[in-house]
């Protein structure tokens, strides 16, 4: 079975992205790796997957952040907003690790909702469905590719 990364750089590839991946270690943070690769932290993106009154979505931040889920409702103009469990998403990505999910929604048929400051950077950097690879792209080709929501939910 292909790994996820895989899946990911196919389309990348087809979408002419220049990118770079990143093999770590496990025993690395998010801010760890990203002093090692010399990205600044607040590049480094944590995908999270949350329920819109009831469907699936992806919330991306920075990997220091956290999710306020009373912006993310606002934002989204959803009456309901909650923390989706691994049980209820692990099926949607069976060849990801939990937590390494890459914020590519629209390869999941998910809706993306991306916090400032990732959009104000040049580059994004995220784990691209390991916990020891990351993928690190221009965030202009990430906006054209994903389309995502920008909104302020995070914390």
Do not use: C, W
Not at 5 to 18: G, M, N, S, Y
Not at 66 to 72: P, R
Not at 118 to 143: K, S, V, W
């Amino acid at each position: 079975m292909a790994m996820p990364i895989d899946r990911l750089k196919d389309f990348l590839d087809e979408q002419d992205v220049k990118y770079v991946t990143l093999s770590h270690s496990k025993a690395y943070t998010a801010q760890e790796i990203a002093a090692a690769a010399h990205i600044p932290g607040k590049e480094v993106a944590k995908t999270v997957i949350v329920k819109l009154d009831g469907e699936m979505a992806m919330a991306v931040l920075p990997a220091s952040y956290q999710v306020d889920l009373h912006k993310l409702k606002k934002a989204a103009g959803a009456q309901k907003v909650e923390i989706a469990s691994e049980e209820e998403f692990k099926g949607r990505f069976p060849a990801s690790e939990v937590g390494a999910m890459p914020p590519f929604g629209n390869l999941y048929d998910m809706p993306v909702y991306v916090s400032p400051p990732l959009d104000e950077d040049e580059q994004i950097a995220f784990n691209a469905g390991l916990h020891t690879e990351l993928i690190q792209m221009p965030y202009e080709d990430f906006q054209r590719l994903v389309e995502p929501t920008v909104a302020d939910f995070a914390e």
